[in-house]
């Protein structure tokens, strides 16, 4: 049989060293270069392997049972001496190597193990706070919309977007922002070129310069690219080659290639970029790929079906659907673009602390008020105190908590109304009809969080909630009702990586894991 054990902990190694022994196969995945790291520093460097006195633990004590009812303290004490670690005891039972050194301990489970080597190597990032991008399309709801999306499923935080002509203040609000790149789109193939002419030769005249895609008509990528020269200029397929056609993906490639290039110098990451057995990911763009596969599957193996994912974040909330969503009612007309199958948003005002502002921007003091059952002038008090402590953590049974679950609450309910569409009743010669204003989420019966504030708290599944309608709501197309998935041990973008190379086994192990 072949086995996979995640994680080359203490557990894990144990776990392997057991399977092989049984003669199994085994392959061990983890996501550091050092095995077995936590047992090297225990008890001091000294190797507080465990202890026979009065049974303690700090964390979830009912697992902590179940695993010491098939693997006893005695039996413990067997497979590591087998192994070849001499254990001695000091006071109140605790056990340590007769050489007080926990190197020992790692170096006998390493023997029985053998050498640990990665076969692939695999990164994600989102160094320096993600790429920060600017926009600008022709009209709002076309080319504009087109750009704003294939922005946004490239991994990019938008900064800026701008529609038509560009004028000088729409210049000097570029130059103050400065940013990664700028995305340049306008017109169909073969129709209005004035506009992105026009723009291309604003950009000109910026200083310093920033890397340009162009997107746009591309009979007028020629005139763009030459009033562009100086700049880092790529040139991409038209993301909106014909009225109410969408062509992303050439662009989000670019994009990427770009955004992971700038991360790589920025931080320093050429000597790890190097080992890695392909390109890095941004981290949005391994989430998305996780959730797309989760969703759809593979040609063997179907996935779960259509879902939303959540990912809140300190800064931003990320928002994924795989999904349908066009109309399906025969009373229904659809108003704008397309929405695409696979669709992210970011809402880059809106997390858990250095954003946290904008979430009582969004919903009020009252209503985080009524959530955390604290006063609103409270409310606003620890709001002010969160933004300026970015780093602070909140204790059980505290006010910090209490607000912490009402801001979670609220950013998943606000990120989710801006990602999905709304209906508007109206009325025509034919009689009462619906216009539907982008992705109809409502049949979607899935809703997948991520994000430390979710799969740390204690009432996760209650915040995961505001993902679907409420009567508060009516015209929002979130789903009706959706089975919560919570990836507790935040592996989703690990699992976008792994599914470059081996789909079957990310799909299986976030089947196992989080599902």
């Known amino acids: 049989m072949k086995v996979i054990v995640i994680g080359c902990g203490a557990a894990g190694a144990a776990a392997a060293i057991a399977a092989a022994q049984a003669g199994h196969r085994v392959t061990v995945l983890d996501r550091n270069r050092k095995p077995l790291k936590k047992l090297g520093v225990t008890g001091n460097g000294r190797g507080n392997l465990l202890n026979r ?15 010491l009812e098939h693997m006893p303290r005695p039996e413990v ?21 007769a050489c007080y050194q926990a190197s020992a301990a790692v170096d006998a489970l390493l023997a029985q193990t053998g050498p640990l080597t990665f076969a692939q190597s695999y990164a994600c990032s989102s160094a320096a706070g993600g790429l920060r991008m ?16 294939a922005s946004l499923g490239a991994g990019a935080k938008i900064v800026g977007q701008f529609s038509f002509e560009l004028t000088q203040d729409d210049l000097e609000t570029i130059q103050r922002v400065n940013p990664d790149i700028f995305l340049l789109v306008g017109g169909t193939d073969g129709g209005n070129s004035a506009c992105v002419i026009h723009n291309a030769q604003m950009l000109a005249a910026i200083r310093p310069q920033f890397p340009i895609v162009l997107a746009g008509n591309r009979t007028a990528m020629q ?41 790589v110098q920025a931080k320093g990451l050429n000597a790890a970029a190097e080992r890695m057995s392909g390109p890095m990911m941004p981290t949005p763009a391994a989430v998305m790929q996780a959730m797309t596969l989760l969703a759809k599957g593979t040609d063997k193996t179907p996935g779960i079906g259509e879902l939303i994912g959540v990912d809140v974040g300190g ?92 801001v979670a609450s609220m950013a998943v309910q606000t990120a989710v109304m801006r990602h999905a569409g709304t209906l508007e009743e109206t009325y025509t010669m034919l009689g ?15 809703v997948v969080v991520t994000g430390g504030s979710l799969i740390h708290s204690q009432r996760a599944r209650q915040i995961a909630r505001f993902a679907c309608c ?9 789903p009706k009702k959706a089975d919560i998935i919570l990836d507790k041990r935040y592996i989703l973008a690990a699992m976008g ?19």
């Open 53 to 67: 006195g009065e049974l303690r633990y700090y964390g979830d004590a009912d697992f902590a049972l179940r695993v």
């Open 77 to 97: 004490e067997e497979f590591l001496r087998n192994a070849g670690v001499s254990l001695t005891e000091e006071d109140e039972g605790r056990v340590y190597p």
């Open 134 to 149: 600017m926009v600008s399309g022709l009209v709002p709801e076309l080319t504009m919309e087109a750009a704003r999306l």
């Open 223 to 263: 005139q763009c690219r030459k009033a562009l020269e100086g700049f880092e200029v790529s040139v991409c397929e038209n993301v909106m080659p014909k009225f109410g056609v969408l062509k992303t993906e050439d662009t989000q490639k670019t994009i990427r290639s770009i955004f992971l290039r700038r991360i």
């Open 315 to 406: 800064a931003t909330t990320d928002v994924y659907s795989i999904a349908e969503g066009m109309p399906r009612q025969m009373n229904r007309v659809y108003k704008g673009l397309p929405e695409p199958y696979v669709k992210r948003t970011v809402e880059g005002d809106i997390g858990m602390r250095y954003s946290i502002e904008g979430v009582l921007a969004a919903v009020g003091a009252q209503r985080l008020a009524e959530l955390s059952g604290l006063s609103p002038e409270r409310v606003e008090a620890l709001v002010q105190l969160l933004a300026h402590n970015t780093q602070t953590l909140p204790e059980h049974d505290t006010e910090l908590e209490m607000l912490d679950y009402a």
């Open 432 to 446: 009462q009809t619906f216009v539907q204003s982008g992705k109809d989420l409502s049949e979607v019966r899935r």
């Open 470 to 478: 409420d009567p508060a709501a009516p015209a929002s197309l979130r």
């Open 497 to 515: 990586l792994l599914a470059q190379s081996e789909p079957e086994i990310a799909l299986q192990i976030m089947k196992e894991e989080i599902n």
